[in-house]
């Protein structure tokens, strides 16, 4: 949280170009964690930093990396393929956000920065490699498939940073993550940034940072203070569908969180038919349906996000009043990720857990975990706790074909679509040639945060032999 009595950017040594960028964005006073961190590193030094998501920690590390970049360590032309600045985060969400940060921060000394994931064709990643670039965004799946094919190298890297160790070892990055941080040169320096040190994460401190100067700020296990969080009990299914609708009404921005990318793409589809507007975010999507949903509720054309965990960590949106657990998730630390989407950055901010009779048992113990003191509400749509939580409610919306058709399922990149039989064709050349298509199609492109469907055998091929 940010007051008038948190130090300024630049009582912290901020160079006044990034001052100037951070005010024309409104940001005059630093964050806790960037007010800890600056000192160190600006001065070069490796850091290890510890805290929630939300935290400001994008920020952290976007400033010293331009800051360093921009001058002590600017000289020479950029060289194709060999980038100055190198960050990884685990998700393709993340990697466009932190270089949202990054990009208008860079702009003030002239640097450029590109994004590197996968689910989009490699095209557009390679021609920016090769025209030269200052900073890298990457998830770890896309940069090692183009550092195996030769079209990027990382010993010129000069600072890099890891954004979220701790997810990217939940979704077992880590063996890829250590084999590029050991292609970086040894002497560089490196910020680490994550909730916790658990699951192999300590390890890499210990591998590749140098005597790191640690700072912990709001650690992920501690509520938010500006948080409140809400326990809705129904009876049943038909009941729980009408609270959702309702606590899906409001003026504000709100997010929905179930487990499967299923029920997500049904829930955005029904509450769109009945004139709320809301679009899905979920691993089946193309990224540039990823993208698109992203942006309408950024922007406010919809108000309503209705996501799996995909979303839990590294989406950062303004203002977004209310987060609703449609279905509670298994463990309490998902449960504060998908919170947190909420009360950020020192504002207020609701939580709302919906608890069906069977799973009152299950959601306390979850509560205790998060240490989260709630007990549960049984309410109708017509409450009070849900009227004051729904607030000013939306005027309807008469759904259109092409809002609908919005929150369809999306065919995953590159998947084929279902063709008929053709007539006098057998049963078992069909099999075959579906058979075929399983084979030598690419894969989804959700099946992974950031891989890309995996181009056919003979284009890779080619695409190595080139790249030698």
């Given at each position: 949280?940010t007051t008038?009595?948190?130090?300024?950017?630049?009582a912290?040594?901020v160079p006044?170009r990034?001052?100037d960028?951070?005010?024309a964005?409104?940001?005059?006073h630093?964050f806790?964690?960037?007010a800890?961190t600056?000192?160190?590193?600006?001065?070069?030094r490796d850091v290890?930093g510890r805290?929630?998501t939300?935290?400001?920690k994008?920020?952290a590390f976007s400033?010293?990396m331009?800051a360093r970049?921009?001058?002590r360590?600017a000289?020479g032309?950029?060289?194709?393929g060999?980038p100055?600045g190198?960050?990884?985060?685990p998700?393709?969400?993340l990697a466009?956000?932190i270089?949202?940060?990054?990009e208008p921060?860079?702009?003030?000394y002239?640097l450029t920065t590109?994004?590197i994931f996968?689910g989009?064709?490699?095209?557009r990643q390679?021609?920016?490699l090769n025209?030269?670039?200052?900073i890298?965004?990457?998830c770890p799946?896309?940069l090692?498939?183009?550092?195996q094919?030769?079209h990027?190298?990382?010993?010129?890297?000069?600072?890099?940073v890891?954004?979220?160790a701790?997810?990217?070892?939940?979704?077992?990055f880590?063996p890829?993550?250590t084999?590029?941080?050991?292609?970086t040169?040894?002497?560089?320096?490196?910020?680490l940034f994550?909730?916790?040190?658990?699951n192999?994460v300590?390890?890499l401190?210990?591998?590749f940072?140098h005597?790191p100067k640690?700072?912990?700020v709001?650690?992920?296990?501690?509520p938010?203070?500006t948080?409140?969080h809400?326990?809705?009990?129904?009876?049943?299914?038909a009941?729980k569908k009408?609270?959702v609708r309702?606590l899906?009404?409001?003026?504000?921005?709100?997010?929905?969180?179930?487990?499967?990318?299923?029920?997500?793409?049904r829930?955005?589809r029904?509450?769109t038919a009945a004139?709320?507007p809301?679009?899905?975010?979920?691993?089946?999507?193309s990224?540039?349906?990823?993208d698109?949903?992203?942006?309408?509720?950024?922007a406010g054309?919809?108000r309503v996000?209705?996501?799996?965990d995909?979303a839990?960590r590294?989406?950062?949106?303004d203002?977004?009043?209310?987060v609703?657990?449609?279905?509670?998730?298994a463990?309490?630390?998902a449960y504060?990720?998908?919170?947190?989407?909420t009360a950020?950055a020192?504002k207020?901010g609701?939580?709302?857990?919906?608890?069906?009779?069977e799973?009152?048992r299950e959601?306390?113990?979850?509560?205790?975990?998060a240490g989260i003191?709630?007990?549960?509400?049984?309410?109708?749509p017509?409450?009070?706790?849900v009227?004051?939580l729904?607030?000013?409610?939306?005027?309807?919306?008469a759904?259109?074909?092409?809002?609908v058709s919005?929150?369809?399922?999306s065919?995953?990149?590159?998947?084929?679509p279902r063709r008929?039989?053709?007539p006098?064709?057998?049963?078992?050349?069909a099999?075959?040639?579906?058979?075929?298509v399983?084979q030598?199609?690419p894969?989804?492109?959700g099946?992974?945060?950031?891989?890309?469907a995996?181009?056919?055998?003979?284009?890779?091929r080619?695409t190595?032999?080139q790249g030698?």
């Amino acid at each position: 949280m940010t007051t008038q009595t948190s130090p300024t950017f630049r009582a912290l040594g901020v160079p006044q170009r990034i001052v100037d960028a951070l005010a024309a964005d409104g940001k005059h006073h630093a964050f806790p964690i960037q007010a800890d961190t600056l000192a160190d590193t600006l001065a070069g030094r490796d850091v290890l930093g510890r805290g929630r998501t939300g935290s400001g920690k994008t920020l952290a590390f976007s400033i010293p990396m331009v800051a360093r970049l921009g001058t002590r360590l600017a000289g020479g032309g950029r060289r194709p393929g060999r980038p100055l600045g190198l960050v990884l985060a685990p998700t393709r969400e993340l990697a466009t956000q932190i270089a949202t940060t990054l990009e208008p921060l860079a702009k003030a000394y002239g640097l450029t920065t590109t994004t590197i994931f996968g689910g989009v064709s490699q095209s557009r990643q390679v021609a920016a490699l090769n025209a030269g670039v200052d900073i890298v965004v990457a998830c770890p799946g896309r940069l090692e498939d183009l550092m195996q094919q030769r079209h990027v190298r990382l010993d010129a890297v000069e600072i890099t940073v890891l954004d979220e160790a701790d997810h990217m070892a939940d979704l077992g990055f880590l063996p890829g993550v250590t084999r590029i941080l050991a292609a970086t040169p040894e002497d560089g320096q490196r910020m680490l940034f994550s909730a916790t040190l658990d699951n192999g994460v300590g390890k890499l401190v210990t591998r590749f940072l140098h005597g790191p100067k640690q700072h912990e700020v709001d650690e992920i296990d501690t509520p938010v203070a500006t948080m409140t969080h809400h326990l809705l009990g129904s009876p049943d299914a038909a009941a729980k569908k009408a609270l959702v609708r309702a606590l899906a009404s409001g003026t504000g921005r709100r997010i929905l969180f179930l487990r499967t990318k299923h029920h997500a793409k049904r829930l955005a589809r029904d509450l769109t038919a009945a004139g709320i507007p809301a679009v899905d975010l979920h691993g089946n999507l193309s990224q540039p349906a990823r993208d698109r949903n992203l942006a309408a509720f950024a922007a406010g054309t919809v108000r309503v996000l209705v996501a799996t965990d995909v979303a839990a960590r590294g989406v950062h949106v303004d203002d977004v009043e209310l987060v609703v657990h449609v279905d509670p998730p298994a463990e309490h630390k998902a449960y504060l990720h998908r919170s947190g989407r909420t009360a950020r950055a020192g504002k207020d901010g609701d939580v709302v857990t919906l608890v069906l009779p069977e799973q009152e048992r299950e959601v306390a113990a979850l509560m205790r975990k998060a240490g989260i003191t709630a007990a549960v509400q049984r309410v109708t749509p017509a409450s009070e706790p849900v009227v004051a939580l729904v607030g000013e409610a939306a005027a309807y919306v008469a759904p259109t074909a092409t809002a609908v058709s919005a929150a369809q399922p999306s065919r995953p990149q590159g998947s084929q679509p279902r063709r008929s039989r053709r007539p006098g064709r057998t049963a078992p050349a069909a099999q075959a040639s579906r058979q075929r298509v399983r084979q030598d199609g690419p894969h989804e492109a959700g099946a992974r945060p950031d891989r890309a469907a995996a181009p056919r055998t003979a284009g890779r091929r080619a695409t190595r032999h080139q790249g030698r």
